[in-house]
């Protein structure tokens, strides 16, 4: 099993650009998740999903969009990239323990 | 409104001693209690989770405990090692943040340093 998975690595934008970061998991779970990190804050929950075709918002969801529409994949959404996006992305998912098991992350420069 | 706060939040301590991280949170309600490990530039890796009606759980050298009342959670390394530096998270899952079966609130963390 690969886990969890996210691309790019590494992405640097320009201010009002857009992208697509990339989630995949083949553990068969239910729920997935979005989070950003940044220094001395913590995580944040951005968006998740609790199954294929339902998503909601978590504690920062603005600037962002999110789609399910299988159970192994959740893309993340950005649309006119502004500087307070440069973060360190992280994707997650959980079965019915809902223990969280995370990717490696995308860390986005926007410029 | 959750919040997660753990303290320290640096350690350095030299090779085999047993130390202890803590975790505290404001609102006992909450479904579970999640330790994780962060290597500088890499994602998290899952240490041990502690249901709510749990005390406490066990992996190897890490044991970590949960007292809902009380608001706390310890994590407990023996005989560290320089391979155990790294940052450590606690999370709970909290319904603050919505959804039926709640979502992780995150700690800031604690940055580990085992001297050899």
């Not at chain 1, 691309?7 to 992208?19: A, E, H, N």
């Not at chain 1, 995580?43 to 299988?70: C, F, H, M, Q, W």
């Amino acid at each position: 099993n690969a886990g969890v998975t996210q691309t790019p690595k590494f992405r640097i934008l320009k201010i009002g650009q857009s992208m697509t970061l990339q989630c995949t998991q083949d553990m068969n779970h239910n729920y997935m998740y979005w989070y950003r990190q940044d220094p001395g804050m913590g995580l944040k929950l951005i968006y998740y999903s609790v199954g294929a075709g339902i998503t909601d918002k978590g504690e920062v969801p603005n600037g962002y969009n999110v789609s399910r529409s299988t159970t192994e994949d959740f893309p993340l959404r950005l649309e006119l990239a502004a500087p307070s996006q440069t973060s360190v992305y992280f994707c997650a998912s959980s079965g019915t323990t809902y223990e969280q098991y995370f990717g490696p992350g995308t860390r986005l420069t926007v410029t | 409104k959750q919040e997660v706060t753990q303290i320290p939040a640096a350690l350095s301590v030299p090779e085999g001693e047993n130390l202890v991280l803590n975790c505290s949170f404001t609102d006992s309600a909450i479904y579970n209690l999640q330790w994780f490990r962060q290597d500088p530039g890499k994602g998290l890796t899952s240490l041990l989770l502690i249901q709510s009606s749990q005390r406490e759980q066990t992996s190897g050298r890490l044991n970590a405990s949960l007292d809902k009342s009380s608001g706390r959670s310890t994590l407990y390394i023996a005989a560290s090692q320089p391979g155990d530096s790294a940052t450590y998270l606690c999370a709970v899952r909290s319904f603050s943040i919505g959804g039926s079966q709640g979502n992780l609130i995150f700690g800031k963390g604690t940055k580990l340093s085992v001297k050899p």
